[in-house]
Each structure stands twice: as structure tokens, then as C-alpha cells.
């Protein structure tokens, strides 16, 4: 079964420090790596990997994949009070899993 | 270009009873996917359509259905609700459904009592 395991399940962290956020994947049938910010409302998409060892980048933001070793990275760079919400890693395959989210919390 | 929208954004029903929510995907997008979020089980997949086609179904009873219209707007309809339906659910469009870059609506709150 297509499985997304997340990690940290919940982060604390103060403005300006940087934080990484880890999914790693059993799936078959592997098309995308996806992550999506939600905060109180619907997830808003934030990067497609489909390559292994290219870095996307958005501003503070930067994720990368490894295929071989099936995770992703989410790096926060700087962060701001702004960044606190739910980090969800999903997969694309057969269908879409999502995994449980990392819920950031950063204070200032 | 409009976001992806969903009617109505709540919803109170009762055990029984069946409902039926509504989507309309960002405009040139063909692909409309359905998701039920809960806290205790996440984001969980219930299908997907493209070109008014069901593509991929999850595992969802089959009181859960839907369909795609000519103009790719999807509608999503729920039977003999259960409390456990009480849930948000999403609905995400992208152009073609292959890359899996999708963009989420802002969610119908369906809660059942």
C-alpha cells in the first residue's frame, strides 16, 4: 500500500530560525512529490519534484528529492510568523496520498 | 483567472440523508479531484475526473459518487450520511491531471448530526 510518513509530526521554532521538514515514501508507480501549505483553509501548492537532485526554490523556501532513497526536504529559510501552518508532502502516482503534515509553529 | 470554487462552503445534515456538493475547477483545467479532510485521518482521496471520465477512485464506500459535466465542472454527491461523514471536503483542479500540480478550492464543512 502507498504509504507518506512525515517528520516532525509538530515543530516549534523562533522568527528567523531555519527549519527542514522530512518525507520519505513507499510508493509504486511514482509520477510527483508534491508540498502544500495549509493554514486555516484550503492547501496551497508550493513545489513539484519530479527529478531526483534538482532544487526548487521560492524565496526562503527550497525543496529537493531523492528518488534512491525516496525523501524530500522542505527548507525554511529566515522564517516569520507567517510561515506557521501545516506542511503537507504528497505523492503522485495511481492516485494522490498525502501524508499527515508537519505542523509549524513559529513565535516571535 | 478565478480560483477553484465550491458550494456551498458549509453544510449541516443529518444521519440519512444525502448530499450533494459542487465545483468549478480553475478555468482550462479539465482534471477535478475530490478530497475528504478529518483530523484523525488527514487528507484522504476519494476520486478523480477528467474529460467527464472517472479516472481513479480511492477507498471510499460506494455511498460516495460523483460526476463531471461537459464544461468540467464536477459534483460530488454523499448518500445515507454518516456522523463519521462530518468532514471538510476539497476539491482540487489541474490542466491535465498528469504532473499532479493540482490547486485546491476553499472546501464545503459538511457536518452531520
Known amino acids: 500500500e502507498d504509504k507518506v510518513v512525515q517528520s516532525p509530526l509538530s515543530l516549534v521554532v523562533h522568527e528567523g530560525d531555519t527549519v527542514t521538514l522530512n518525507c520519505s515514501y513507499e510508493?509504486?508507480?511514482?509520477?510527483?512529490l508534491l508540498w502544500y501549505k495549509q493554514e486555516k483553509k484550503a492547501p496551497t501548492f508550493l513545489f513539484m519534484l519530479t527529478s531526483s537532485g534538482i532544487e526548487k526554490k521560492s524565496g526562503r523556501l527550497s525543496s529537493i528529492l531523492d528518488k534512491k532513497e525516496l525523501f524530500s526536504i522542505l527548507n525554511i529559510t529566515a522564517t516569520q510568523t507567517g510561515d506557521s501552518a501545516i506542511y503537507l508532502c504528497a505523492f503522485y502516482g495511481q492516485n494522490f496520498v498525502f501524508g499527515p503534515g508537519t505542523r509549524l509553529s513559529v513565535l516571535p | 483567472k478565478a480560483g477553484v470554487t465550491q458550494t456551498p462552503r458549509y453544510l449541516i445534515k443529518t444521519r440519512g440523508q444525502q448530499v450533494t456538493l459542487s465545483c468549478s475547477p480553475i478555468s482550462g483545467h479539465r482534471s477535478v479531484s475530490w478530497y475528504q479532510q478529518t483530523p484523525g485521518q488527514g487528507l484522504q482521496f476519494l476520486f478523480e475526473?477528467?474529460?467527464?471520465?472517472?479516472?481513479n477512485k480511492g477507498n471510499f464506500p460506494g455511498r460516495f459518487s460523483g460526476r463531471q459535466f461537459s464544461n468540467s465542472r464536477s459534483e460530488m454527491n454523499v448518500s445515507t450520511l454518516e456522523l463519521g461523514d462530518s468532514a471538510l471536503y476539497l476539491c482540487a483542479s489541474s490542466l491535465e491531471g498528469k504532473s499532479g500540480e493540482q490547486y485546491f478550492g476553499p472546501g464545503t464543512r459538511l457536518t452531520v448530526t
Open positions: 510508493v509504486t508507480n511514482f509520477r510527483s
Open positions: 475526473y477528467f474529460s467527464e471520465t472517472q479516472r
